[in-house]
């Protein structure tokens, strides 16, 4: 039988976009992860090589890197980032 489902909590966070200059910023979000799974990582000119335990995956200029609450680092187009979350102040 075929099920709908809703998440059911708010899933809160942390993200930062690259934007292909910000190689600084990048470094200090990955410093954020205290699991080395997720600080597997490489700069190759306009990407970013993540390879956590499942296989790399690629951040291109414009995607948002993403750090779940388990430590977690992988990269979202930002179409989808934009539809999915939206900024908490403060």
Same mark, same amino acid.
């Given at each position: 039988m075929i099920k709908t489902y809703v998440r059911k909590?708010? *899933?809160k966070i942390q993200a930062v976009q690259w934007t292909g200059d910000n190689i600084e910023e990048i470094q200090d979000f990955f410093g954020l992860s205290d699991?080395?799974?997720? +600080?597997d990582w490489a700069w190759s000119g306009n990407e970013i090589v993540i390879g956590p335990r499942k296989g790399? $995956? &690629?951040?291109? &200029?414009?995607d948002f *890197? &993403? *750090? +779940?609450?388990?430590g977690e &680092?992988?990269?979202c187009k930002s179409d989808i980032f934009e539809a $999915?979350?939206?900024e908490v102040e403060g």
């Open positions: 909590q708010p *899933l699991k080395p799974n997720a +600080t790399d $995956m &690629i951040a291109s &200029i414009g *890197l &993403i *750090l +779940t609450d388990h &680092i992988f990269p $999915m979350y939206e």
